[in-house]
């Protein structure tokens, strides 16, 4: 894939390098892994993804293991969701 940056997003690129002296190959996956982050992008085969679904499990499982009991309106789903969101 070739991508072509505009002069701002080089001259952001060439700085981070000049100091890390990382490869720019190296320094874009950092960069698309935060922004993937911060976007809540998910990709089916990263690890995490199943981390978040066990630990959603888990939280289901204690809900019914202990009756636990929330106001009217509320569910766990909103809670976890809620969660998620911070």
Request: proline share 2%; hydrophobic share 40%; aromatic share 4%.
């Amino acid at each position: 894939m070739n991508v072509e940056l505009t002069h701002h997003a080089a001259e952001i690129l060439e700085a981070v390098r000049a100091q890390t002296e990382e490869p720019v190959e190296l320094i874009l996956e950092h960069a698309l892994e935060n922004f993937a982050r911060e976007q809540r992008v998910e990709r089916s085969d990263d690890a995490t993804v199943g981390v978040y679904r066990q630990g959603v499990r888990e939280m289901l499982d204690f809900v019914k293991q202990n009756r636990v009991r929330l106001d009217p309106g509320i569910s766990v789903k909103d809670l976890i969701r809620e969660g998620q969101r911070l």
